[in-house]
């Protein structure tokens, strides 16, 4: 059985405003909509584990039959940081019916069911996969206001999400790691526990809402794909 977990227990502070961006409308309805569509719509997922700001996970627990969204098993409090807010999630996964674990940003409303597919079978496949997209642009080391070098483009992947990982890789990798520190995703968790991870390449379209230009890209991207 796979199961989703997607975190949107932040703050947005890069965004900016009051409301985190994960509510924030996009195109009709709030970013995270958006996001669990993609999940609920897409049968490489069986369950989906939400994971909120504990101001709004109540909230939204009762209005979770309006929505008819059938695949949410559980709605938890997220945590200070990302990787608090994962192992929060990870705790709420029925540890004897899961086999992979998909970790997915809130803030990407825009992954397709082909992405998510891919890199739950390479988990699967691997034991611990990462969706990536190639970078475009030429990449250089910098240091005290000047370029140090360029970097191989070819060798270097972004990482977005999903991130997928049998479930007992990625709880290794939690209880091994410092859930204050740095992370920004659970691959780099395990890394450290030295599990070999496959990338697979995804749509650069995937993107994170991170700042309002992003959320006007995304409206932009939708209309496209509604064209
Ligand atoms: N996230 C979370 N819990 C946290 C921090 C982040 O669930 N304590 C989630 C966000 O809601 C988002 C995803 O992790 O869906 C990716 O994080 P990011 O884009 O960094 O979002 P924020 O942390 O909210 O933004 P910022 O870093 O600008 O404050
Ligand atoms: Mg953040």
Partial sequence: MNTAIIVAAGKGTRFGGEVPKQFLELAGKPVLFHTIDRFENCDAV???ILVLPPSMSGTFKEKLPEYGLKKIAKIVSGGKTRAHSVANGLRAVDRDAVSIVGVHDGARPLVTCEDITKVFEAAHAFGAACLTAPVN???????????????????????????????????????NADLS?????????????GVDIAFVEGSARNIKITTPEDLKFAEMILKQEQN
């Fill in 46 to 48: 069986d369950r989906i």
């Fill in 137 to 175: 642009d030429t990449i250089k080391l910098v240091s005290d206001g000047m370029i140090v070098k360029t970097v191989d483009r070819k060798d270097l992947r972004r990482a977005l999400t999903p991130q997928c990982f049998e479930f007992h890789v990625l709880e290794n990798a939690i209880k």
């Fill in 181 to 193: 520190g740095a992370a920004t995703d659970e691959c780099y968790l395990v890394e450290q526990t």
